[in-house]
């Protein structure tokens, strides 16, 4: 097996371990009296940008077993061997055991967690840590062709993914980030109008339990996003962030002196309910119809929308009440001039805050202008005229729960 291979094999095999921190001059010695040995010829690069590799024979190169403190092979880069690092690491294990190198670098006074790579460029860019399967008499790199252990902060990749079709919101940034060991990175989601989040799975390894839910509705941001911050990474992660769309509950009902139809009049009730309806959906046509046509007229649905037929596109839960009004009570609307009354409807020293209740103004038996209150209860009449001055209005009340006229 050629030396490039024996090191693709070895740098896939990666180790979650701690990031750089800050020492004394550790106590690494070489052991002595193991019964067996491998090599490794090597280059210390201090620095990715620029690249730098160590010639201080105060630097250090040391083999562990595994995450122990257990030095089992040191050595420094030797300026007289093109300030190459030739570190022969013990064992009295023929094989089997899986070494971790380490760096101490004098000027930093630092000890880094090494990577190793084949060519400079991987060195740069790359962020896997280094182990190596110990094997008696095996070595790895040559003086012709050193492998390249880099002393510098681990690299982690942190990969965002929208777990359904993107157009169900958004993650930023949204492509995978290159973080530092130890340091934060924080991600902003949000859905798109008419869905809503239904879980943001953090993990290292691609698991959907519901322990790696970080989504939590009480955080929300006031634009409805989300953040979440990865601190002090020491591994790789993935977060996919989930939406679903909204469903709605929407009910159409006749208020009193009314029924509803659909289908073109061949369905009729006075309550008609759609469950679950997806946001976007567009709904049948209903249509207010009064029980009596000669004695009352549809007036408006309870949001004060006065089409009819009435279609809806879902966009929120809702209850569209139908109200009907005696018949008479709408104006023509034809008018040169307007004039506006802000009042209240005030019945039984209460002030009237349903929107069936309205209030009207009327020449004779000719209604100018209708309106019902808001929510604070306040009512803006329009009232319609062809003359100037001179006109007497007559105002009246409809109280749709009593069904009469208030005078």
């Not at 967690?113 to 280094?130: C, H, M, R, V």
């Not at 029980?291 to 549809?298: G, H």
């Not at 329009?382 to 209005?393: D, K, L, P, V, Y």
Request: aromatic share 8%.
């Amino acid at each position: 097996m050629t030396m490039k291979k024996n090191l693709l094999s070895l740098i896939s095999m990666l180790i979650l371990m701690t990031g750089s921190l800050f020492a004394q001059v550790p106590n690494w010695t070489q052991p002595v009296g193991m019964q067996y040995s491998m090599q490794v010829v090597a280059k210390l690069m201090t620095k990715t940008s620029p690249v730098t590799y160590s010639s201080n024979p105060n630097d250090l190169v040391g083999a562990f077993v595994g995450n122990s403190n257990f030095c089992q092979g040191v050595e420094s880069p030797n300026p007289d061997v093109m300030n190459q690092v030739h570190l022969t690491i013990n064992s009295n294990n023929v094989s089997g055991e899986i070494m971790t190198l380490k760096a101490y670098i004098e000027a930093q006074n630092v000890i880094y967690t090494i990577k190793a790579y084949i060519n400079e460029n991987d060195a740069i860019n790359g962020s896997n840590p280094l182990t190596i399967t110990f094997q008696n008499l095996s070595s790895l790199g040559t003086i012709d062709a050193p492998i390249i252990l880099v002393a510098a902060p681990l690299k982690w990749t942190i990969t965002p993914t929208v777990g359904t079709d993107p157009i169900t919101g958004t993650i930023t940034p949204n492509t995978p980030q290159i973080v530092d060991n130890g340091t934060n990175k924080s991600f902003t989601m949000k859905p798109t109008t008419g869905y809503h989040f239904t879980s943001i799975m953090v993990n290292n390894l691609g698991d959907t339990d519901p322990e790696y839910n970080v989504y939590d509705e009480t955080q929300l941001e006031n634009d409805g996003s989300f953040i979440y911050e990865f601190e002090n990474v020491t591994s790789s992660y993935t977060i996919i962030v989930n939406f679903e769309i909204n469903k709605y509950d929407i009910t159409f009902v006749a208020g009193d002196h009314g029924e509803l139809t659909k289908n073109e009049g061949i369905e009729t009730g006075f309550e008609f309910t759609y469950s679950s309806v997806e946001h976007g959906t567009s709904l049948e046509a209903i249509t207010a119809v009064p029980s009596n046509p000669d004695d009352f007229s549809f007036s408006s649905w309870s949001d004060g929308v006065t089409d009819n037929p009435r279609t809806v596109t879902a966009t929120h839960d809702s209850t569209l009440t139908a109200f009907f009004t005696p018949a008479g009570w709408i104006p023509d609307n034809n008018y040169s001039l307007t004039m506006i009354v802000i009042g209240k409807i005030v019945i039984d020293n209460e002030t009237s805050v349903n929107p069936g209740d309205m209030v009207g103004a009327f020449v004779g038996n000719d209604c100018r202008g209708v309106a019902s209150p808001n929510e604070e209860g306040l009512v803006f009449l329009s009232i319609g005229s062809n003359q100037a001055t001179g006109e007497e209005i007559t105002i009246k009340i409809w109280k749709s729960e009593l069904s009469v006229d208030c005078g």
